[in-house]
């Protein structure tokens, strides 16, 4: 029960369609059995109350809300809700991202429209969740923001839309520790490596025209540790720590979940 009485908003709360679970839904399933009540968001509201079925069988507690993370006015209706439901934000986790399915590509080759898709998705949703959640938090003198970023934000990636989200992402994690940190408000990023995720295996298999199997051993080949992927269980449990009291001294952090990949950077 580490989260015991607190208030958990997972954006990303879904996943896209594979025969894995995806970081969003594994973080919240965590959340809730740690003890928190979740309000699991999505742009698909039938995934995110699939999230919440998961957590009340498990005998937690959750609400599912739409919400298209492009549309600010979606992420302030969001957090009016959760604190119109529980009366408190504790957690904003924010765990959207696209990249191949956005059109994403090398710099020759990238569309301005598919730049400004992947753009708004990874990185300008994520500034308006927070700017939506963080009165509430300063209000409280409390709250732990926990961002998804990625190794690509770090390591030689082909695909520029993505590459620059995830980078400018850790700058904003850090922009907003040390600007709310006195009032008591946390901010920290997690940069997950190779993960074995519907959007990062199953995705790719689709867009590629390749089997999900071929994919998947790939990518494992190129992970230090085990030659094994992560999983999205890895991601969750590097997100409870951050958001839990255990962390209560942590603020600012880019915390790598990568099985050793950042190892092989500089």
């Known amino acids: 029960m580490r989260l015991e009485s607190k ?12 025969e894995t679970m995806g970081n969003g839904r594994a973080t919240a399933l965590l959340f809730a059995r740690e003890g928190a009540k979740v309000l699991a968001v999505d742009r698909d509201l039938e995934s995110a109350e699939a999230t919440v079925a998961m957590i009340t069988e498990a005998g937690g507690e959750a609400a599912a809300f739409r919400a298209d993370v492009t549309d600010e006015s979606a992420l302030a209706a ?42 708004a998705v990874n990185l300008r949703g994520v500034v308006m969740a927070v700017k939506h959640a963080l009165p509430v938090m300063r209000a409280q003198r409390s709250g732990a923001i926990v961002n998804i970023s990625s190794l690509a934000a770090i390591e030689n990636y082909p695909w520029v839309a ?33 993960m074995d995720t519907p959007m990062a295996v199953d995705t790719r298999a689709r867009a590629w025209g390749k089997s999900r ?45 990568d099985g050793g990949a950042a190892c092989n950077i500089g």
């Open 78 to 119: 969001t957090m009016a809700d959760c604190v119109a439901r529980w009366g408190r934000i504790d957690i904003l986790h924010n765990n959207v991202g696209i990249s191949v399915a956005g059109g994403d590509a090398e710099v020759t080759e990238i569309t301005s429209d598919a730049f400004d898709r992947i753009m």
């Open 162 to 194: 993505y590459k620059a989200s995830k980078s400018a992402m850790i700058a904003f994690t850090r922009q907003v520790a040390i600007q709310n940190a006195e009032y008591g408000v946390r901010s920290n990023v997690i940069l997950p490596g190779l």
């Open 213 to 257: 199997a071929e994919v998947a051993a790939a990518r494992d080949a190129r992970v230090p540790l085990r030659h094994k992927m992560g999983t999205a269980w890895d991601v969750a449990h590097a997100a409870l720590f951050l958001a839990s009291d255990e962390a209560g001294f942590i603020t600012g952090a880019a915390l790598p979940v």
């Open 7 to 18: 208030v958990a908003v997972v954006v990303g709360a879904g996943q896209s369609p594979g």
